[in-house]
């Protein structure tokens, strides 16, 4: 069974940096593209980065671009996103996904984690 | 970036009827529009993609249709499990871009 699960979600101050991890098993995990995926409060899903296999290609849509990072270790099956100078427009609830072989697509979701950027 | 605009925002039927829920590009993006279903406590679950293609374990009842900027999903005997968030994306080109949502609500 496919299993992602999101940890190092919280409350930090505008400006300050945070950094989430999921921790994927059930498949193996180098063989798949990941992606953060985003949702603000009552709001709609918002693509944040994805990541190659091998971790030499990364992606992010403009609005996070120079901020966050994502990564990966494949011996931990784990993924990676760094996230600096946070922004109150940051704050979501943060799932790590899966990509499907097929692109853009997310097969896989995690419950996600909370980051609340406030002062 | 392409756009996505998903109606209606909002939606109540009751078991057994049909609904539409719709999803308009901002321009073409061939046929690679995916569904997504939202629940509370629940991961975020891959309906459909490439427009009409069932993912597997997504009963028959769903279907897509649609293609260039004009999609559709239809849900035909709706079971009370299908009461959700209904959220489209289109998987042809960075960045991926999510519609707003579509609220499906019991009537």
């Known amino acids: 069974e496919v299993q992602l699960v999101e940890s190092g979600g919280g409350l930090v101050q505008p400006g300050r940096s945070l950094k989430l991890s999921c921790a994927a098993s059930?498949?193996?995990?180098?063989?798949?593209?990941m992606a953060w995926v985003r949702q603000a409060p009552k709001k709609g899903l918002e693509w944040v980065a994805t990541?190659?296999?091998?971790?030499?290609?990364?992606y992010y849509p403009d609005s996070v671009k120079g901020r966050f990072t994502i990564s990966r270790d494949n011996a931990k099956s784990s993924l990676y996103l760094q996230m600096n100078s946070l922004k109150s427009e940051d704050t979501a609830t943060y799932y790590c996904?899966?990509?499907?072989?097929?692109?853009?697509?997310?097969?896989?979701w995690g419950q996600g984690v909370m980051v609340t950027v406030s002062s | 970036d392409v756009q996505m605009t998903q109606s209606p925002s909002n939606l109540a039927a009751s078991p057994g009827e049909s609904v539409s829920i719709n999803c308009k590009a901002s321009?073409?993006?061939?046929?690679?529009l995916a569904w997504y279903q939202q629940k509370p406590g629940k991961a975020n679950k891959l309906l459909i993609y490439?427009?009409?293609t069932l993912q597997s374990g997504t009963p028959s009842r769903f279907s897509g249709s649609g293609s260039g900027t004009d999609f559709t999903l239809t849900i035909r005997n709706l079971e009370p499990e299908d009461f959700g968030l209904y959220y489209c994306?289109?998987?042809?080109?960075?960045?991926?871009?999510f519609g707003a949502g579509t609220k499906l609500e019991l009537k």
């Open positions: 059930g498949f193996t995990f180098s063989n798949y593209y």
């Open positions: 990541i190659s296999t091998s971790g030499s290609r990364t």
């Open positions: 996904a899966r990509h499907a072989g097929l692109g853009g697509l997310f097969d896989y």
């Open positions: 490439s427009g009409s």
């Open positions: 994306q289109q998987h042809n080109e960075y960045p991926y871009t």
């Open positions: 321009k073409s993006i061939s046929k690679y």
